[in-house]
């Protein structure tokens, strides 16, 4: 996997009137990799892609996706999409419209089929757009950004509305979408679907890339998680302990915020002082309390 | 383009509305260009004081013999069918423009990478071709009904010579694109087709109609007038004749050499604008 930059935005920036939606952007994503885009409703995600696919036009700052201009016809030749709900012609079915797209993408017809196929709605190929479900319509969307065997993939929200089988079915081929060598953003605000297929994650918020990293990375915070008997006592001792900043009690354990690698340190000094350690582990944050923590109050 | 082009042509001969259009426009040309002509001009006159009798036996006679196919590009022209086929093509290049937005698929298509200016030419080119469909169509329509009359009325169907015939086929298809790039202009401009329709159509058929009928007699306002684009559809009709007399119909006031040059260029600058709004504007 090439560490290529295939999508980079220097201070990208909308505003719409005195409003700003997305706030002098700085956003890298490499070849190869599942670049997880969370947001809360609102912080500019949608706003971000559509500019990165030339829908909008920036107010300030620059991106080069594929190294070209957003929305270029030799730019977006290896550029598929899904952007918010998908979009179709209500009175075509699901082939017709696929064949309408791969003509306006200039991709031989037999595509239809094979990408039919690979979201699994060739038995419903026939079926009018707008008699789909709202998991078929989604499906549908992905088959579109397929169309031209992208090398970038850019996914907006893509499991919005669907039930927790669709989710769940919807998750297992963005996996597969996102094997060997293609690069695939995938904006969502749902932080398990993040966690489960991205490699890294970009967290935004009102419009500014707040956070970067990899899930783990962000999971991780200096420190160890200790459950010791009697534990007022283990919180005195840890306190008075070299190296530990801050202890906080919470569900019967000690937080610790150290350094995990002096887990050993811990442990003997707890237990020569003839205190129980039945557990010690470094501490581990879920995304959804990163999230919380780095949005603040706003909703997911 | 072409890519754009084939999409749409894909787009437009699916599309139930196009073909619903295409059935009023046939229902027009058959049902105001001759049906109703034919039931006017056979009503029996024995009820009518004996005055009037020969003055509307005469009438009928007239009417009828304007219905027969030696007159069929007149009677298209002249008599306003192709001015109303005006209005459902400002519907149906409304439609072609403005039901993008509201189904949203200007985003699904444009990142496929077709390119604006690219994807909105496929637009026009297409709706042309479907345009001089609705014109054989039209004139085909017209034919039959014609030709049912000549039967009726047991008269030899002479028919215009050819040259008439493709001369009919350039100007009917000028007339529907003039009027199909206002709709497709202005369901870009609103970016939707409900204003579009609903503006095009007041304007055409109450704003104009009302400014054509105003008994003002001052070079000003007959120079005003000439611009408007009815005015000079009808008097590019009036190439295949006058408009019969005592209707009150106005004269036309333009050539219709000008009058063609007048709606070429008005469909080329609704075409410029509605380009110029598209390759600029957020399609978010």
Not at chain 2, 85 to 109: D, F, V
Not at chain 2, 113 to 127: I, T
Not at chain 2, 132 to 146: C, E
Not at chain 2, 219 to 231: H, I, K, P
Request: glycine fraction near 12%; aromatic fraction near 8%.
């Amino acid at each position: 996997m090439s560490n290529a930059p295939v999508l980079e935005t220097r201070g990208l920036t909308k505003r719409y009137g005195s409003v700003t939606a997305v706030d002098g952007l700085d956003l890298t994503v490499r070849r190869g990799e599942v670049y997880g885009f969370l947001g809360p409703n609102g912080a500019g995600k949608s706003t971000t892609l559509k500019m990165l696919l030339g829908l909008i036009r920036p107010t300030a700052g620059s991106a080069r996706v594929l190294g070209r201009e957003p929305g270029s016809p030799d730019g977006l030749k290896a550029v598929g999409a899904l952007v918010e709900s998908p979009a179709f012609y209500p009175y075509l079915s699901g082939r017709d419209n696929l064949r309408v797209m791969a003509r306006y993408a200039g991709t031989p017809r037999s595509r239809v089929d094979e990408v039919l196929r690979t979201v699994e709605l060739s038995g419903r190929a026939k079926d009018r757009f707008k008699r789909y479900s709202l998991g078929m319509k989604q499906r549908l969307g992905v088959a579109a950004a397929l169309l031209k065997d992208p090398e970038l993939l850019i996914l907006d929200e893509p499991t919005n509305g669907l039930d927790p089988k669709g989710m769940s079915d919807m998750r297992r081929l963005l996996k597969r979408l996102g094997r060997g060598e293609r690069t695939v953003l995938l904006s969502s605000h749902l932080l398990g679907e993040v966690e489960q297929i991205c490699d890294r994650v970009g967290v935004i918020r009102r419009g500014r890339l707040i956070a970067e990293g990899t899930v783990a990375g962000l999971r991780e915070r200096p420190g160890l998680l200790v459950r010791a008997e009697p534990l007022r006592e283990a919180a005195e001792l840890a306190r008075r302990m070299a190296g530990v900043e801050e202890v906080e009690v919470a569900d019967g354990l000690l937080r610790l915020a150290t350094d995990p690698g002096r887990a050993a340190e811990v442990n003997r000094k707890l237990v020569s002082a003839g205190l129980d350690v039945s557990e010690l582990r470094p501490a581990e944050r879920s995304l959804e309390e990163v999230f919380l923590e780095l949005t603040g109050e706003e909703t997911v | 383009m072409l890519a754009s082009f084939t999409a749409e042509v894909l787009k437009l001969g699916k599309r139930p509305a196009t073909w619903v259009l295409a059935l009023v426009w046939l229902t027009v040309v058959l049902v105001f260009g001759y049906l109703f002509f034919y039931l006017i001009s056979s009503v029996p006159t024995e009820s009518l004081p004996e005055g009037q009798q020969a003055q509307q036996e005469a009438l009928g006679e007239q009417l009828r013999r304007g219905l027969l196919p030696e007159n069929l590009l007149e009677n298209l022209f002249v008599n306003g069918i192709f001015g109303t086929g005006g209005s459902i093509a400002l519907i149906l290049g409304a439609l072609t423009a403005g039901s993008e937005y509201g189904w949203g698929t200007l985003k699904t298509g444009l990142t496929q990478r077709p390119g604006r200016l690219a994807f909105l030419s496929g637009k026009v080119f297409a709706l042309m071709v479907f345009l001089l469909l609705f014109v054989l169509l039209g004139l085909a329509a017209g034919a039959a009904g014609s030709y049912a009359v000549a039967l009726l009325e047991d008269a030899a169907a002479r028919w215009p010579p050819l040259e008439e015939f493709a001369r009919a086929l350039g100007m009917g298809l000028l007339i529907l694109t003039t009027w199909a790039s206002l709709g497709f202009a202005l369901a870009t401009l609103f970016r939707g087709t409900a204003l579009a329709i609903g503006l095009g159509l007041a304007w055409s058929l109450a704003v104009e109609s009302t400014l054509t009928l105003l008994p003002v007699e001052s070079a000003v306002y007959e120079t005003f007038r000439g611009l408007l684009l009815g005015e000079n559809t009808a008097s590019l009709a009036s190439y295949f004749g006058s408009a019969p007399q005592g209707f009150g119909v106005p004269e036309p006031l333009v050539e219709p050499e000008r009058a063609a040059v007048a709606l070429a260029v008005y469909a080329v600058v609704f075409v410029v604008a509605a380009a110029f709004l598209f390759r600029r504007r957020d399609l978010g």
